[in-house]
C-alpha cells in the first residue's frame, strides 16, 4: 500500500506497555508540580497582562529572559513569528484538562469559572492567526496553526478551525516541489556571516526541523480527503532519509539496527535534484550532531511513522532515538550537577545543546531541555507503536528512557518561582505570586522557545503534558541557557499531533502508578463560586459555551459523591444502599469506562467514545449522563478488577440488579435517545446472560420507540407532521450526534433481526424494523466516526414483504442505494468535508462511495442476510407436491445462494481500514469485520443445510446434495477456525457478542447433522467448538468469579453436549441443524414430530438407499467429505451434470398431468442450473485465510475500517 493511506490518528485506549519504569519516590512531589495550579496561574497571568495592554493581542509570548530588564517575563513576537501558536496552544491544552480531566485541577476556583475564562481567552489569543494559514513564505504553519487550532476544532468543533487546518495545508503544499519530491523550508539563508543564499532558482533549503510539519499535512489529509497532502509528506520524509540521515559507526547494546544521527540544512539544487552542500544554521557545525535537529528528526520521524505504519520511518526513528541515548549515556560526568536539596545528582538525561560543541564552562554547560522534551515526546510515540508490533522490550526501553529525561528534565530545570488563583471580592479571577517579589512566567528553564508545544488530542490521562510541554525558557543572557545564535530561524519546537497525546497520556498513566495518591491531591471544588462568576471580560470578547454544540441528554437525579480519590470504601450489608454512587467517582469511574469501552462497546458502539468521555469526566458530567453509567455499571462493572471497586461477589451482582432497575424505571417516564442507548445494553446483556424472557420486552419496546422517535429514517427523510403527533426529537445538532443517533438505531436493528440468539427458545419472532418504516444510511466506518471526519454511508436496501414474496425474483433488489427514490447500486451520496457550512449543513447527493462504511455496516449487511434467509426461505410453507412451488422455492434457494457469493465477491481485500486509530484495536481480529465473516458462513450453513440433509418430502428431488453438505461442512470448519484464533488474540478477559456464540453453536450443531445424516464419524471441530463455547462462558463471568453461571454460551455448551449423548446412545434420534435449545422444547418437537409421521430432520437409515441419489458424473465425492466409508454410504454420490428427474410417486401424480407443460420445464431448468459445474463451482465460504491477521491500524492495503476497538474497539465501530 501507499504510506499516505493511513490517514488518521485517534485513540480507542492505551495497550499496556511491558517494563517498569523506576522512578525515586523523591522525585513525586515535583512530578505533582505539573497538577498544580501553579501551571494554570502562570499561563492566565500573561494572558491576562498582555490582553490588558492590547486586545485582540498582536504580539505573542516567546521567551523568558533570566537576567536584565525583562528578568522573569515574557518578551513577545510578532503574530507572523513561527512561535505565535505556541502560547493559544498551551491555554487550550488547559481547556482541555477542565474538560476531559477535570479532578486532576488542583486549586479551589471552580471548573466552570476555569473552564469560560480558558475558552474566552483562549479564543481572543487564537483568532489573529487564522489569516496565519494563507502564507506561502514559511514551511513553519504546523507550528502556527495546529497547536490551537486542533484543540477548537475537536474541544469546541469549530469548523472555522478545522477549514484554517486544512487552508494551512494546502499553503504548506503549494512549497512542495514535486520534482526533488520535498518542501521547501527557507527561501534564503544569509545571515550567518559570510553565507548569502538567496537566488531560490538555484538553491533549495531543506531542514530536518520540517518533519515536524508534516503532522500538519497528514492530519489535514485525514480530515479533509486530500490525499496530496498526505503523499506529499510522505515523498518529502523520504527525501529526507537520503539527505538528512547519516549513519554512524556507533552501536548500543540491546539494539541490532543502525544508529543515526541529522544535520540540520540540506541545499539541493533545484535543476538537478542534487545537494549542493549540507551544513549547519544553528548546530556548532556543519558535521556536528545538532542537539534539537536530532530531537525533532526523532519525533517528526516516530509521527510519519504512526501514520503511514511504513518500516523505513520506524527504523529511522528507532536509529535517531538509539543515537541520542548513546550520547547521553557517554556524556562527561560534568553533566551531572549534585542538588544538595534533593540529595543526588541531576542532569545525565538533560542533552547539552550541541552533542559535539566543546564545553567552554564546564560547571554550568549550555544546554537545552526543549530538545531533551521533544526527543522524550518521539521515544513514547514509538514505545506505543513498538508495543502494537510485539517488540515489548524495546517498547519498554523507550518508554523508560522517555521517562529519565522527564524526571532529570523537571529535577534540574523546574522553575521555583511559583504563582497561584485567587478570587477578588467581586467574583473575579487574579494572578498572585506565592512568595512576593518573585516571579518567572515560564515552566521550565533551560530552552529557547516558551510554551513549546502540547498535545491537543483525546486523551485519557493527559495532565502530565499538558503541564510539562508547555515550558517555559530562557534568554542567552543565563550562563546555562543554549546559545541563542540568529533568533530568525530559531529552532522549533514540539508541535501538537494525536500520536503523541496517546503516547504522553502512557507517560501519565505510569507515573500515576507510581504515585497513586496524585489524583488524591485534588481538593473537592468550591461550592461558593458560581459557574458566572470570575470571568475575565475583554472588550469584543466572544462567549461561547463548550456545551452548545451537543445538547444535554435527560438526566436521572442520583446523588453523587464529591470524595476524590477514595482508596478504600468500606460497603455496608444494607440491601437498599446506593452502591453506584462510590463507584462514580475518581479512577474507579476511570476504570468503569475503561472497562465498558475495551469489553461492551465493540459489540455495542452506539455511543461516541471520546465526546462520552469528555462530557462524564467534565464538572457536571456524571449527573448529565446518570442513566448511560448506570447501564455502563449492568454491561461493564463484571470486567473491572475487583481490586480497583474493592466490592465483594454478592455486592457486585446487587449494584447490578440496582443500576439494571433504574435504568428500567428511568425508561419507563419518558422517552430519550440516552434511554434508547441504555436499554440497547440492557437487552444485549439479557441475551448474553441467557435471559431471553427478560430481553424481549426490553427489544420490543426498543424497536417501537424507535420508530416514534423517527430514528428509523434519515433526519432528511423523517415523516411530514402528522395530526395530533408531536415532533419527538429535535434535530442534532452535530453530525456527530446524527450519527450517533444512526448507530442507536442500527444496534436496535441488530437486536430486531430474527437471530436465534433470542429466538431458539421462541416459537416465532415477527420482527418489527421493516422496509414499511425503516429508511436508513449505513453507519460509516469506524475511524470516520472516532476521528470526527464527516462522511456519508449510503441506504442499505430492505426487503419489502410483498416485494419478497415467494414466487417474486429478489436477485435484483439492491444492496445500497443513494436515497430512498434511487435504486441504483452504483450511485450515491458523498460529504464535502471541504465546504464546511455550518455545525448543521448536509451531504449533498453525488455519486456513492461505499468505502464510508466499515466492519460494523457489514455485520449489519451479513445479519440481514441472515434475517432474510430465515423469512424468506426457511420459514416459508411449500407444498411439495406442487411443481411450481417447488421451482419458486428452489428459485428463491438459487438466488439467496448467489446473494451471499456476491456479497463475499465484493468484500474488500482487506476489511481492516488502515486509518483506524491503533488505539482501537483490542484484538489483530477485528470484532465486527470477525462477527460478519462467520454471520456470512452461517447463512451458508442454515441456506444449504435443508438441500444437504434433505427431508422426506424433498427425497424425489434430484438436488446437489453432497455439494451443499461439503459447503456446510466447510462453513463450520472455517467458522471454528476463525472462532479459536480470534479468542487466541483477543485479550483473555474481553467478552464476546452472544451472536459469535450463536454461529459457533450451529456451526457445531452442523458438525453433529453431518456425522448422524450421513454416517460419517464425528469430526473432532465438534469438540473444538464446544470448548469455544465455554471460554466464550468463562469471558462473558467476567473477572468476578461467581458459582456458576447459566450464560447463552454455556447453555449452548451443555445443550450440544446433551445432543452428543443422545447421537451416541439413541439408535432413533433425529436432530436438525435448526431446533430449539431447551430439553422440554426439545421432547416436545419429538414427540411432535413422532406423532406426525415426518419430520424436518432426517434419521440416516429411514429411507432405502435407492433414494438417495446417485450421480452420472460427480465430482464431488463421498470421500471429500471425510467419509468413513460407512455401511450404505460408499456409493453415495451428489448430483453432478445429469440431467434431473422427478420421481415417481403417487402424490405428484397431478402436478405431472397440469394443463401446462410451463411448470415443469421451469423445475427442471432450476434444477440443472443447480447442479451445473459451474453453480457448484462458486466460492460461497469465507475461509480463515481470507481474514486480515494484522494488528488493527496496520498497513495492510485498501480495506474497510474496523468499528471496534473501539476499540475499540473497535472496537471500534
Given at each position: ?81 513561527w512561535t505565535c501558536g505556541f502560547f493559544p496552544g498551551s491555554i487550550y491544552s488547559l481547556l482541555e484538562r477542565s474538560i476531559a480531566h477535570p479532578r486532576t485541577l488542583r486549586t479551589n476556583v471552580s471548573v466552570p469559572v476555569l473552564r469560560e475564562t480558558l475558552e474566552q481567552v483562549g479564543r481572543l489569543w487564537s483568532e489573529p492567526i487564522h489569516s496565519q494559514a494563507l502564507r506561502t513564505d514559511t514551511h513553519d504553519l504546523g507550528f502556527v496553526i495546529l497547536p490551537h487550532m486542533r484543540p477548537r476544532w475537536e474541544l469546541l468543533h469549530d469548523l472555522r478551525a478545522l477549514d484554517t487546518i486544512i487552508t494551512a495545508a494546502e499553503s504548506l503544499y503549494q512549497r512542495y516541489d514535486p520534482h526533488l519530491k520535498a518542501i521547501r523550508s527557507w527561501d534564503t539563508f544569509d545571515w550567518h ?570 416459537p416465532r419472532w415477527n420482527i418489527g424494523l421493516t422496509a414499511d418504516n425503516v429508511s436508513r444510511r449505513l453507519p460509516i466506518n469506524g475511524s470516520h466516526w472516532n476521528d470526527e471526519i464527516p462522511a456519508v454511508a449510503p441506504f442499505f436496501g430492505m426487503w419489502d414483504k410483498s416485494a419478497a414474496k415467494i414466487g417474486n425474483s429478489v436477485a435484483f433488489l439492491p444492496v445500497h442505494y443513494p436515497s430512498p427514490g434511487s435504486t441504483s447500486e452504483t450511485s450515491g451520496p458523498q460529504y464535502d468535508v471541504a465546504s464546511h457550512g455550518n455545525q448543521t449543513s448536509r451531504p449533498q447527493a453525488a455519486s456513492m462511495d461505499v468505502s464510508t462504511i466499515g466492519a460494523f455496516a457489514y455485520y449489519v449487511e451479513s445479519l440481514e442476510s441472515l434475517c432474510r434467509i430465515n423469512i424468506y426461505f ?340
Open positions: 500500500m501507499g504510506s499516505h493511506d493511513s490517514l488518521n490518528g485517534t485513540e480507542y485506549g492505551n495497550p499496556e506497555v511491558p517494563g517498569a519504569v523506576s522512578l525515586q519516590k523523591g522525585s513525586l512531589d515535583r512530578l505533582s508540580e505539573l497538577y498544580s495550579e501553579n501551571i494554570i496561574a502562570k499561563v492566565l497571568r500573561t494572558s491576562f497582562d498582555q490582553l490588558a495592554a492590547n486586545c485582540p493581542p498582536s504580539q505573542y509570548p516567546e521567551t523568558v529572559p533570566q537576567s536584565g530588564p525583562s528578568q522573569g517575563r515574557y518578551e513577545s513576537r510578532d503574530v507572523d513569528f556571516e559570510g553565507i548569502n543564499i538567496t537566488d531560490m532558482q538555484e538553491n533549495f533549503l531543506v531542514i530536518i526541523d520540517s518533519m515536524c510539519n508534516m503532522d500538519l499535512l497528514f492530519y489535514a489529509a485525514a480530515h479533509s480527503g486530500k490525499k496530496h497532502l498526505a503523499e506529499a509528506a510522505v515523498a518529502h520524509s523520504r527525501t529526507l532519509l537520503k539527505s538528512h540521515i547519516r549513519v554512524e559507526a556507533a552501536s548500543r547494546p540491546g539494539y541490532p539496527g543502525k544508529l543515526y544521527s541529522t544535520p540540520h540544512l540540506v541545499n539541493f539544487s533545484p535543476r538537478t535534484g542534487t545537494i549542493k552542500e549540507v551544513r549547519t544554521a544553528q548546530g556548532y557545525s556543519n558535521t556536528s550532531t545538532w542537539t534539537r535537529g536530532q530531537a525533532w528528526g526523532i519525533l517528526g520521524y516516530a509521527q510519519t511513522y504512526h501514520w503511514t505504519g511504513d518500516a523505513d520511518f520506524l527504523d529511522t526513528a528507532c536509529g535517531l532515538v538509539e543515537y541520542f541515548l548513546l550520547r547521553l549515556e557517554n556524556a562527561l560526568d560534568y553533566v551531572e550537577v549534585f542538588r544538595g536539596d534533593q540529595g543526588q545528582r541531576v542532569g545525565r538525561w538533560v542533552p547539552l545543546w550541541d552533542f559535539d560543541a566543546p564545553i567552554d564552562d564546564v560547571e554550568s554547560p549550555l544546554r537545552d531541555t526543549s530538545a531533551g522534551v521533544i526527543a522524550a515526546n518521539g521515544m513514547l510515540i514509538l514505545s506505543q507503536d513498538l508495543s502494537r508490533l510485539g517488540r515489548h522490550e524495546l517498547s519498554a526501553r523507550y518508554l523508560e528512557a522517555a521517562c529519565n529525561i522527564v524526571q532529570d528534565t523537571l529535577d534540574l530545570a523546574l522553575a521555583q518561582e511559583k504563582a497561584r488563583l485567587t478570587l477578588t471580592a467581586g467574583g473575579t479571577l487574579k494572578v498572585e505570586d506565592v512568595e512576593p517579589g518573585k516571579r518567572f512566567d515560564s515552566i521550565l528553564k533551560h530552552a529557547t522557545v516558551c510554551f513549546n508545544g502540547a498535545s491537543f488530542g483525546k486523551s485519557k490521562a493527559n495532565v502530565v503534558e499538558r503541564a510539562l510541554f508547555g515550558s517555559g525558557n530562557d534568554d542567552a543572557a543565563s550562563s546555562s541557557s543554549v546559545v541563542q545564535g540568529n533568533q530568525a530561524p530559531a529552532s522549533h519546537s514540539h508541535i501538537p499531533t494525536d500520536s503523541s497525546t496517546a503516547a504522553l497520556s502512557l507517560l501519565a498513566q505510569e507515573l500515576q502508578k507510581l504515585n497513586s495518591n496524585i489524583l488524591g491531591l485534588t481538593p473537592a471544588l468550591s461550592p461558593s463560586v458560581g459557574p458566572d462568576s470570575g470571568v475575565v471580560h475583554c472588550p469584543n470578547s466572544p462567549k461561547n459555551n463548550y456545551r452548545a454544540h451537543k445538547g444535554k441528554r435527560q438526566r436521572l437525579n442520583i446523588e453523587q459523591s464529591p470524595s476524590i480519590g477514595s482508596e478504600t470504601v468500606s460497603h455496608a450489608d444494607d440491601e437498599d444502599a446506593d452502591l453506584s454512587t462510590d463507584l462514580l467517582t475518581g479512577r474507579k469511574l476511570e476504570a468503569l469506562l475503561d472497562a465498558y469501552f475495551e469489553n461492551v462497546h465493540p459489540w455495542v458502539p452506539h455511543i461516541h467514545r471520546a465526546t462520552f468521555r469528555r462530557e462524564v469526566l467534565q464538572g457536571d458530567g456524571i449527573a448529565d449522563h446518570s442513566l448511560m453509567l448506570q447501564a455502563v455499571i449492568v454491561g461493564a462493572l463484571r470486567f473491572v478488577d475487583p481490586a480497583t471497586h474493592q466490592f465483594s461477589p454478592n455486592s457486585v451482582k446487587r449494584l447490578i440488579e440496582q443500576s439494571r432497575q433504574k435504568v428500567l424505571m428511568a425508561s419507563m417516564n419518558d422517552i430519550s435517545v440516552e434511554k434508547l442507548q441504555a436499554l440497547t445494553v440492557l437487552a444485549f446483556i439479557h441475551i448474553g446472560d441467557g435471559e431471553p424472557q427478560k430481553a424481549w420486552p426490553i427489544v420490543a419496546s426498543l424497536t417501537r420507540t424507535v420508530d416514534f422517535l423517527q430514528l428509523s429514517v434519515e433526519e432528511a427523510e423523517r415523516y411530514p407532521q402528522a395530526f395530533l403527533r408531536p415532533k419527538p426529537l429535535s434535530p442534532p445538532s452535530t453530525w456527530v450526534e446524527e450519527e450517533e443517533r444512526r448507530r442507536v438505531f442500527w444496534n436496535i436493528f441488530i437486536l430486531d433481526r430474527p437471530s436465534p440468539t433470542l429466538r431458539l427458545t421462541s426457511l420459514q416459508q410453507k411449500i407444498e411439495f407436491s406442487n411443481r411450481l412451488e417447488v421451482s419458486n422455492w428452489l428459485t428463491r434457494f438459487k438466488e439467496l445462494d448467489l446473494r451471499l457469493v456476491h456479497w463475499k465477491m465484493f468484500l474488500p481485500a482487506k476489511w481492516q481500514d488502515p486509518n483506524v486509530p491503533r488505539d482501537l484495536a483490542t484484538t489483530a481480529l477485528d470484532p465486527n469485520m470477525t462477527l460478519a465473516h462467520i454471520t456470512h458462513n452461517t447463512s451458508m450453513i442454515l441456506l444449504h443445510q435443508r438441500i444437504a440433509y434433505p427431508e422426506p418430502s424433498l427425497k424425489s428431488i434430484k438436488l446437489p446434495n453432497f455439494h451443499s453438505a461439503e459447503t456446510c461442512q466447510s462453513a463450520a470448519i472455517e467458522t471454528t477456525l476463525s472462532a479459536v484464533k480470534y479468542l487466541e488474540l483477543a485479550p483473555p478477559y474481553m467478552p464476546l457478542s452472544p451472536h459469535f456464540s450463536f454461529c459457533v453453536y450451529i456451526s457445531a450443531r452442523l458438525l453433529l447433522v453431518h456425522c448422524r445424516y450421513y454416517g460419517f464419524e464425528l469430526d473432532p471441530q465438534f469438540w473444538t467448538l464446544v470448548d469455544c463455547l465455554r471460554d466464550i462462558s468463562r469471558r462473558w463471568e467476567g473477572r468476578q468469579k461467581h458459582e456458576s453461571t447459566t450464560c447463552l454460551s454455556s447453555q449452548f455448551a451443555e445443550h450440544l453436549q446433551y445432543l452428543y449423548h443422545l447421537n451416541e446412545g439413541e439408535p432413533d434420534f433425529s436432530i436438525g441443524v435448526v431446533g430449539p435449545i431447551d430439553d422440554r422444547c426439545l421432547q416436545a418437537t419429538e414427540r411432535e414430530r413422532a406423532s406426525a409421521g415426518a419430520s424436518s430432520s432426517v434419521r440416516i437409515h429411514q429411507f432405502p438407499d435407492s433414494q438417495l441419489h446417485t450421480a452420472q458424473t460427480g465430482d464431488y465425492t463421498a470421500g471429500k467429505l471425510h467419509s468413513s466409508s460407512a455401511p450404505g454410504i460408499d456409493k453415495i454420490h451428489p448430483l453432478g451434470d445429469g440431467m434431473a428427474t422427478w420421481a415417481t410417486h403417487s402424490n405428484v401424480t397431478a402436478a405431472r398431468t397440469s394443463e401446462s407443460g410451463k411448470p415443469q420445464d421451469e423445475l427442471a431448468n432450476i434444477i440443472s442450473s443447480l447442479t451445473d459445474q459451474h453453480f457448484m463451482g462458486m466460492d460461497r465460504v469465507i475461509a480463515f485465510d481470507d481474514f486480515n491477521l494484522e494488528l488493527s491500524g496496520m498497513p495492510t492495503g485498501k480495506g474497510r475500517t474496523p468499528d471496534s476497538l473501539q476499540g475499540q474497539t473497535s472496537g471500534g465501530n
